[in-house]
């Protein structure tokens, strides 16, 4: 059973950044393509960002383009999102996501979930 462990989220003020981490457990990291989700109040889930298994190509959501930035270490068995110029709308609970093949932007074609992280901006 594998499980995907993040960390790094918090309160921040418009403007600034944070880095999220997710770690799986049970199996390494090299066996999948990652991704991150994030879910505000009262919305649906939707796609963040993805990198691929070796970390040379990754895809974001226009909403975050030039401010975010996904990035894997695979002997360090770990993936992040570097997140910049943090905006009140980027508040949401952020998952991390694995799955055993090509990335997606859909979040029914991913096998593994964390447990999520609160992202907050707010001044």
């Known amino acids: 059973q594998v499980q995907l462990v993040e960390s790094g989220g918090g309160l921040v003020q418009p403007g600034g950044s944070l880095r999220l981490s997710c770690t799986p457990s049970?199996?390494?990291?090299?066996?999948?393509?990652m991704a991150w989700f994030r879910q505000a109040p009262g919305k649906e889930r939707v796609f963040v960002g993805a990198i691929n298994w070796s970390g040379d190509s990754t895809q974001y959501a226009d909403s975050v383009k030039g401010r975010f930035t996904i990035s894997r270490d695979n002997a360090k068995n770990t993936v992040w999102m570097k997140m910049n110029s943090l905006k009140p709308e980027d508040t949401a609970v952020y998952y991390c996501?694995?799955?055993?093949?090509?990335?997606?932007?859909?979040?029914?074609?991913?096998?593994?979930w964390g447990q999520g992280t609160q992202v907050t901006v707010s001044s």
């Open positions: 049970g199996r390494p990291l090299s066996s999948f393509a």
């Open positions: 996501a694995a799955r055993q093949s090509r990335w997606s932007t859909w979040s029914g074609a991913y096998d593994y």
